[in-house]
């Protein structure tokens, strides 16, 4: 019965050996794995910051058109020269169109 006992031990440390080096091989790959998905994923994360940020700039400025519309459609067309919203109005749809012409990705 000692015998079977010890043979029986034997039998699974010889195992666990083996066992616990496929282990540490497995935990190896997979700690790798993450690292590259972590990449991956950062990256996408990066792209779709960039391209939500192009979407709001084009919506400000598409906002500010809107209000440019109707401060010009209010005021006669004599005094639009002089009109200092309007002018505040097209200098920073300007600054915004050069903002999204730079972020706007290469082709």
Do not use: C
């Amino acid at each position: 019965m000692v015998k079977k006992k010890k043979d029986i031990k034997n039998t699974m440390l010889d195992i666990w050996k083996v066992t616990k080096d496929d282990f540490e091989v497995a935990m190896s790959e997979t700690s790798k794995l993450i690292k590259r998905g972590e990449t991956h994923v950062k990256s996408f994360s990066g792209k779709s910051k960039d391209k939500l940020e192009l979407i709001s700039a084009k919506l400000r400025r598409e906002n500010l058109y809107y209000q440019l519309g109707k401060k010009v459609s209010s005021t006669t067309k004599s005094k639009w020269k002089d009109s200092k919203i309007i002018n505040e109005l097209r200098s920073e749809i300007s600054k915004l169109s050069r903002e999204i012409k730079s972020r706007e990705p290469k082709s």
